[in-house]
Nanobody, 124 residues
Framework: QVQLVESGGGLVQAGGSLRLSCAASGRTFSNSPMGWFRQALGKEREFVATISWSGGSTYYADSVKGRFTISRDNAKNTMYLQMNSLKPEDTAVYYC?????????????????WGQGTQVTVSS
């Protein structure tokens, strides 16, 4: 079983940047695609981005495409989400998750393990 811990959240002004990290422990996650999801207050959790096990393939939600970049360092068992040009509508709790399928997916039911989340707040 893998444990995932997110960090890097905080308060930032609109137009600013943050870099989230997701550290895995318990076992290596290098054989699985990973993803980022977010949940705003009063809304359902939504897909943000996913990355293949090698890091060579990525897929983004339209709402973040061109502003966010997902990456991973398997040697460090860590995944990242670089968030630029942040908007107030990006405010949410951000979760990392490990997929149980081999392909890239935005469907959260195909992710088995989840972190506890990190709060990102973007002020206008």
């Amino acid at each position: 079983q893998v444990q995932l811990v997110e960090s890097g959240g905080g308060l930032v002004q609109a137009g600013g940047s943050l870099r989230l990290s997701c550290a895995a422990s318990g076992r290596t996650f290098s054989n699985s695609p990973m993803g980022w999801f977010r949940q705003a207050l009063g809304k359902e959790r939504e897909f943000v981005a996913t990355i293949s096990w090698s890091g060579g393939s990525t897929y983004y939600a339209d709402s973040v495409k061109g502003r966010f970049t997902i990456s991973r360092d398997n040697a460090k068992n860590t995944m990242y989400l670089q968030m630029n040009s942040l908007k107030p509508e990006d405010t949410a709790v951000y979760y990392c998750a490990e997929s149980r399928v081999a392909y890239l997916t935005a469907w959260e039911r195909e992710y088995d393990y989840w972190g506890q989340g990190t709060q990102v707040t973007v002020s206008s």
